[in-house]
């Protein structure tokens, strides 16, 4: 009797032990699997991958630490190859028209808001990946000029001008200015 108790706890035994090691390599695989990266995150990383794969390509090769504003503007305008947002030239008979009624053999560009939006995951990417705020060349205003006139131009080719998103009042001040106001009781 006393050797099946014995052959109970061993299984038993081995049971837990089993348990516990399964515990302890699905713990291990959570710290080697992070949680997914957010859409954002995983854009921002794929796009520092293809400036750094761009940075490599050039002949010669730039390093990161060399990388400055004209660097990301060439690579601005070589992203324009693979835009789809027909851009009308000035001497076509679409230009400044939001809704061109037929085709046109004007180029297809990256839309101005694409670029903005590239710009900035850029920006954060380059201090994430130990580049100091004062040589980030994503902040340069060489770099904010060329994006302002994209937007200009891309605006007066469409008919359609830019306006500035206007910023929401804070709720909390236009209650203190009209807090001014006494309400009569009767």
């Known amino acids: 009797m006393m050797s099946i108790n014995k052959g109970k706890e061993i299984a ?9 090691a ?22 921002k990383r794929r796009d520092w991958n293809t400036f750094g794969q761009y940075l490599r390509n050039q002949r010669p090769p730039v ?41 046109c053999t004007c180029p297809l560009r990256q839309a101005w808001g694409s670029l903005d939006a590239l710009i900035g995951r850029l920006r954060a990417a380059y201090e994430e990946n130990g580049g100091l705020p004062e040589t ?21 080719a469409r008919g359609i001008p830019y306006k500035k998103k206007k910023k929401k009042r804070n709720p909390l001040k236009s209650n203190e200015d009209s807090s001014s106001f006494t309400i009569q009781q009767s």
Request: charged letters at 20%; hydrophobic letters at 35%; glycine letters at 6%.
């Open 12 to 20: 038993e035994g081995s049971s837990r032990s089993t348990a516990a």
């Open 22 to 43: 399964v515990a302890a390599a699905a713990a291990a695989a959570d710290q080697q699997n992070p949680p997914p990266l957010s859409r954002y995150e995983s854009q």
């Open 63 to 103: 390093a990161l630490s060399q990388c400055n504003a004209n660097h990301v503007l060439e690579f601005l305008r070589y992203l324009d190859q693979f835009g789809k947002t027909k851009v009308h030239l000035q001497g076509c008979v679409f230009f400044g028209q939001p809704e061109p009624p037929g085709p």
């Open 136 to 156: 980030n060349p994503f902040a340069s205003g060489a770099i904010r000029i060329y994006l302002r006139e994209v937007r200009d131009s891309q605006a007066k």
